[in-house]
């Protein structure tokens, strides 16, 4: 049998083929390296988590789903950074609330809001404003998972949410200007 594209094994997935999981991950492995090294190069020096294990904990809630309807490998990998995302902010909230007194993890997010200059920010601070950002505007709120976290491009980012690339333009600039504004508060 021929290599099957990750979009072909996501179908199969999807129809419930068994075997299809483990025949997915071997090819999505370093693309999901890549993100995890990423969130984690924005984190603090000393954190727990390693990349393998913030794959590992993605994964186990991946498979966890009952229903799986991924649409192509754009949608798999945003959905896996999104998951990527919830692990360190549950991480983050588990760390704070162990700590006397509170204390936030600050991340590292590098050019991502329209700053030259590497900024300090709050995790949590950043969930929270997408959690705002979803009441006022949710396909907004998801651009901003994507894009900053998911790291797709504006084509891969316009195929998801499936507009077109130049209201997806606009949209982030939009976005980011927005969170910009939530995080300075």
Same mark, same amino acid.
């Given at each position: 049998?021929?290599?099957?594209?990750?979009?072909?094994?996501? &179908?199969?997935?999807?129809?419930?083929?068994?075997?299809?999981?483990?025949?997915?991950?071997?090819?999505?492995?370093?693309?999901?390296?890549?993100?995890?090294?990423?969130?984690?190069?924005?984190?603090?020096?000393?954190?727990?988590?390693?990349?393998?294990?913030?794959?590992?904990?993605?994964?186990?809630?991946?498979?966890?789903?009952?229903?799986?309807?991924?649409?192509?490998?754009?949608?798999?990998?945003?959905?896996?950074?999104?998951?990527?995302?919830?692990?360190?902010?549950?991480?983050?909230?588990?760390?704070? &609330?162990?700590?006397?007194?509170?204390?936030?993890?600050?991340?590292?997010?590098?050019?991502?809001?329209?700053?030259?200059?590497?900024?300090?920010?709050?995790?949590?601070?950043?969930?929270? &404003?997408?959690?705002?950002?979803?009441?006022?505007?949710?396909?907004?709120?998801?651009?901003?998972?994507?894009?900053?976290?998911?790291?797709?491009?504006?084509?891969?980012?316009?195929?998801?949410?499936?507009?077109?690339?130049?209201?997806?333009?606009?949209?982030?600039?939009?976005?980011?200007?927005?969170?910009?504004?939530?995080?300075?508060?």
């Amino acid at each position: 049998m021929k290599d099957r594209s990750v979009t072909e094994l996501l &179908a199969a997935w999807n129809r419930g083929e068994t075997g299809a999981l483990n025949e997915l991950l071997p090819q999505v492995t370093d693309e999901l390296h890549k993100i995890a090294r990423a969130y984690m190069r924005d984190e603090r020096p000393d954190h727990t988590l390693q990349p393998t294990a913030l794959i590992n904990e993605c994964y186990l809630r991946l498979v966890d789903r009952e229903v799986v309807s991924w649409r192509n490998r754009a949608h798999f990998y945003a959905f896996a950074a999104k998951t990527m995302r919830r692990v360190l902010v549950d991480h983050a909230r588990a760390r704070q &609330a162990g700590k006397r007194g509170g204390g936030y993890e600050p991340v590292t997010i590098e050019g991502d809001l329209g700053s030259t200059t590497p900024r300090v920010i709050d995790l949590i601070a950043i969930d929270e &404003a997408l959690r705002r950002l979803t009441e006022l505007d949710e396909r907004m709120a998801k651009l901003v998972e994507l894009r900053m976290f998911g790291g797709l491009n504006i084509r891969e980012t316009a195929e998801v949410l499936q507009v077109g690339d130049a209201t997806v333009t606009r949209d982030w600039a939009r976005a980011r200007a927005w969170l910009t504004r939530e995080l300075r508060g």
